[in-house]
């Protein structure tokens, strides 16, 4: 295994965390301490998790009271203990899963659904560790914090969008409403600039929502059935927004059964919804990217 295959492992299992219901949160757990533990990676991630001590990071934090949700974790600011303590915890997980359900239940607590706790902790702690793991391992992750050539509009929001319009003038509409100016690349003056050209000029923004809708099918060579996949143009400028804001930037929409990208580590994935509760997760998402989000706007809009 190589160390591209080894972090496209951890991050599928992510991807899988993140979808699982009640009764295949297991799996996925399992795998993820298990790609944890791959020749590539099981020197970094017991040198860190031998640093910690997460009997006594629990006894620290806040262990709430009465009132369910109240409890809170004491994270540390050095980001080495902080991925250490996320090793523990996984590999605790993955050796009890009744034991990681009743921790997200206590500790990420978001209602009566002991699943809904997991989802919670995953979104808060295991797809941001996925990130930063890649980036301390790799040790040469470029910074995100360089000047861009252009200032960034906090007032626009970039979507990448493939064949389903629908989608697209759904998700713009909301962005409105927000009273944000929804960047749509084929909606911009072309000025005589090659696609690449035009994107590149159209990527001052501070955040990118990605579409990953159903629109091709595609198969490896040795697989008999075709598979939904998304449009070429997508993924590029999916990678094209992770390198240019940064992971925490850039937000993927998940409409549907397609078959997900596994180099993207760390890219959050929010599943979409009819019910329109994907709508939270995306503006939780912006507000963490220092958007000025209305939550009530949000909620009335659902």
Same mark, same amino acid.
């Given at each position: 295994?190589?160390?591209?295959?080894?972090?496209?492992?951890?991050?599928?299992?992510?991807?899988?965390?993140?979808?699982?219901?009640?009764?295949?949160?297991?799996?996925?757990?399992?795998?993820?301490?298990?790609?944890?533990?791959?020749?590539?990676?099981?020197?970094?991630?017991?040198?860190?998790?031998?640093?910690?001590?997460?009997?006594?990071?629990?006894?620290?934090?806040?262990?709430?009271?009465?009132?369910?949700?109240?409890?809170?974790?004491? %994270?540390?600011?050095?980001?080495?203990?902080?991925?250490?303590?996320?090793?523990?915890?996984?590999?605790?997980?993955?050796?009890?899963?009744?034991?990681?359900?009743?921790?997200?239940?206590? %500790?990420?607590?978001?209602?009566?659904?002991?699943?809904?706790?997991?989802?919670?902790?995953?979104?808060?702690?295991?797809?941001?560790?996925?990130?930063?793991?890649?980036?301390?391992?790799?040790?040469?992750?470029?910074?995100?914090?360089?000047?861009?050539?252009?200032?960034?509009?906090?007032?626009?929001?970039?979507?990448?969008?493939?064949?389903?319009?629908?989608?697209?003038?759904?998700?713009?509409?909301?962005?409105?409403?927000?009273?944000?100016?929804?960047?749509?690349?084929?909606?911009?003056?072309?000025?005589?600039?090659?696609?690449?050209?035009?994107?590149?000029?159209?990527?001052?923004?501070?955040?990118?929502?990605?579409?990953?809708?159903?629109?091709?099918?595609?198969?490896?060579?040795?697989?008999?059935?075709?598979?939904?996949?998304?449009?070429?143009?997508?993924?590029?400028?999916?990678?094209?927004?992770?390198?240019?804001?940064?992971?925490?930037?850039?937000?993927?929409?998940?409409?549907?059964?397609?078959?997900?990208?596994?180099?993207?580590?760390?890219?959050?994935?929010?599943?979409?919804?009819?019910?329109?509760? %994907?709508?939270?997760?995306?503006?939780?998402?912006?507000?963490?990217?220092?958007?000025?989000?209305?939550?009530?706007?949000?909620?009335?809009?659902?």
């Amino acid at each position: 295994m190589t160390l591209k295959s080894a972090f496209a492992e951890l991050n599928n299992a992510i991807l899988d965390l993140q979808q699982a219901d009640y009764n295949t949160y297991e799996r996925p757990l399992k795998k993820l301490a298990g790609a944890l533990k791959a020749e590539e990676l099981r020197t970094t991630s017991e040198g860190l998790s031998t640093k910690v001590d997460f009997e006594r990071f629990l006894a620290e934090s806040n262990q709430g009271g009465s009132m369910q949700g109240s409890a809170s974790l004491k %994270w540390p600011d050095d980001k080495e203990q902080e991925l250490g303590l996320t090793i523990a915890l996984i590999e605790r997980g993955a050796a009890n899963p009744d034991w990681f359900m009743n921790f997200g239940h206590h %500790w990420f607590h978001n209602g009566s659904k002991l699943i809904s706790g997991i989802h919670k902790m995953t979104r808060a702690v295991i797809v941001p560790f996925g990130r930063d793991f890649k980036t301390f391992v790799e040790q040469s992750a470029p910074s995100t914090q360089d000047a861009p050539p252009t200032a960034i509009d906090m007032n626009k929001i970039f979507v990448v969008h493939g064949r389903d319009n629908g989608t697209k003038e759904t998700v713009a509409r909301f962005l409105e409403q927000q009273g944000l100016q929804p960047v749509i690349l084929h909606e911009q003056p072309s000025r005589g600039m090659t696609i690449p050209e035009k994107l590149i000029a159209n990527s001052n923004v501070g955040f990118a929502v990605v579409l990953l809708t159903p629109d091709d099918v595609g198969r490896a060579k040795t697989d008999t059935h075709d598979k939904p996949r998304v449009r070429q143009n997508v993924m590029l400028e999916l990678g094209y927004f992770v390198g240019r804001l940064g992971r925490d930037k850039v937000c993927a929409l998940l409409k549907e059964k397609v078959e997900l990208p596994s180099d993207y580590v760390g890219v959050l994935y929010v599943s979409w919804d009819d019910a329109g509760a %994907w709508k939270m997760e995306l503006a939780k998402e912006m507000h963490a990217a220092g958007y000025d989000v209305d939550f009530n706007k949000v909620i009335k809009g659902r």
